[in-house]
């Protein structure tokens, strides 16, 4: 899916909505920047960065002297990517030199699973060799599901048994990948996001491991966050995201929200990139993260 059809929901809830108040209330008034508010914060941009957008907006019409509304729209817009900060390269590492390592973690039913599946099959169409490892040994069913998406992406997992240490699957799985002669391997975590100093044992057992094979190694550690969840995305971002080792966000289910605004209030409250966004439940809705094609798939 491309952002246009994968953001049909946050356009209608959200930019139709600015869209009706301008053309309903052709004034810029007091009424105006308060109904404005009203609908940025129901679409989940977050209370602060609303204000603060809102604040900025103010003090440009005023200097401007802009009276009609209409004007508003390609404001409104350019502010965003300014929040989204759209200078970014939302690009995935690579290792330049051989094996390049991508863990993912994120708490059950976020969509890690499947976009790690779908990122398997982007990295074989650009026609690499990817290898997967199933290192959420703790969830029942986690290894099978995985193995299902590597089936249908056409890459091969590496896995042990249920409830056997990740760290000793990882082992498995960069020298398979060595052996191998893979490009690109993906790996699952349990994350166990529930509990912070869980987490970080175990994802500190795992980046040893892979290190000792691999010294550059992981080169993205990647965070899965549901979009649907709105705010509750961003407190488990907070929670978990920037001393965890960390390097990006995946925000998934982003065509199920009306409240797309959640990417803006993410990159405000965030010193991380969002790299990643799911548009769908197939293998190809997957993109990088691009704020101007975001921003024009809501505006355009
Ligand atoms: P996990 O527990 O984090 O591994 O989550 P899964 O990968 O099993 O995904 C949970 C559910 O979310 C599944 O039904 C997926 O099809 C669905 N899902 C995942 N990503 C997306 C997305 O980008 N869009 C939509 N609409 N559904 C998604």
Redesign the pocket.
């Known amino acids: 899916k491309s952002f246009r059809d994968?953001l049909e929901k946050t356009r209608k809830g959200f930019v139709e909505k600015v869209s009706d108040l301008i053309i309903r209330r052709k004034k810029i008034d007091e009424e105006f920047y308060e109904e404005l508010e009203e609908i940025l914060i129901g679409a989940d941009v977050g209370v602060n960065t609303v204000m603060t957008l809102v604040e900025e907006l103010r003090a440009e019409v005023k200097q401007k002297r802009i009276e009609d509304a209409a004007e508003l729209q390609p404001i409104l817009s350019r502010k965003l990517m300014e929040l989204l900060r759209g200078d970014d390269d939302n690009s995935l590492k690579e290792n330049p030199d051989g094996i390049t390592v991508i863990l993912f973690v994120?708490?059950?039913?976020?969509?890690?699973?499947?976009?790690?599946?779908k990122l398997a099959h982007r990295y074989k169409q650009e026609g690499k060799k990817v290898l997967l490892a199933a290192g959420?040994t703790f969830?029942a069913g986690?290894i099978e599901?995985l193995e299902v998406w590597g089936q249908r992406a056409g890459v091969d997992v590496i896995k042990q048994q249920a409830g056997s240490d990740p760290a000793a699957v990882m082992f498995d799985a960069v020298q398979a990948a060595k052996q191998r002669n893979v490009d690109v391997l993906i790996c699952?975590t349990a994350g166990r996001l529930q509990n912070k100093s869980n987490l970080m044992e175990e994802l500190n057992k795992i980046f040893r491991v892979i290190q000792r094979e691999i010294p550059s190694a992981p080169h993205e550690v990647l965070m899965?966050l549901?979009a649907t969840t709105g705010q509750n995305a961003l407190s488990q971002a907070k929670l978990f995201g920037e001393k965890s080792g960390v390097t990006g966000l995946v925000l998934?289910?982003?065509?199920?929200t009306a409240k797309g605004g959640i990417v803006v209030a993410i990159r405000q409250e965030m010193n991380l990139p969002v790299k990643l966004?799911?548009?769908?439940?197939k293998m190809e809705?997957?993109q990088t993260f691009d704020s101007s094609q975001f921003v024009h798939a809501l505006f355009a």
């Open positions: 994968g994120g708490v059950n039913g976020v969509g890690k699973t499947t976009t790690i599946g959420d969830r986690a599901q699952d899965v549901d998934t289910k982003l065509d199920g966004v799911g548009l769908g439940e809705d997957l």
